[in-house]
Nanobody, 124 residues
Framework: QVQLVESGGGLVQAGGSLRLSCAAS????????MGWFRQAPGKEREFVAA????????YYADSVKGRFTISRDNAKNTVYLQMNSLKPEDTAVYYC?????????????????WGQGTQVTVSS
């Protein structure tokens, strides 16, 4: 079992930055690839970024590439999402998730565990 708790969301102006954190419980955190997804009102949950279990491989949605950076600290059981140059269209609830496979990492159905989400609101 892995429990995930996100933090770091909030209200920011367009062009600003936020860093989301996702703290994981359990001793097996380092065995999981981790992902960030987001869901805006009335829209489906969409992939944002993912990182392999050692952190050697990262994956990004085209919409955030060059602006967002995913990283992890296995010693702290934490994964991060640094979000820069935020846009109003980045407004959503952001979720972190854990998967025991790196295959199809962009697909929500591949993830075994989910956090409760943290709201990010970007004003124009």
């Amino acid at each position: 079992q892995v429990q995930l708790v996100e933090s770091g969301g909030g209200l920011v102006q367009a062009g600003g930055s936020l860093r989301l954190s996702c703290a994981a419980s359990g001793r097996t955190f380092s065995r999981y690839a981790m992902g960030w997804f987001r869901q805006a009102p009335g829209k489906e949950r969409e992939f944002v970024a993912a990182i392999s279990w050692r952190g050697t491989s990262t994956y990004y949605a085209d919409s955030v590439k060059g602006r967002f950076t995913i990283s992890r600290d296995n010693a702290k059981n934490t994964v991060y999402l640094q979000m820069n140059s935020l846009k109003p269209e980045d407004t959503a609830v952001y979720y972190c998730a854990a998967t025991n496979t790196i295959a199809e990492v962009t697909q929500p159905r591949r993830y075994n565990y989910w956090g409760q989400g943290t709201q990010v609101t970007v004003s124009s």
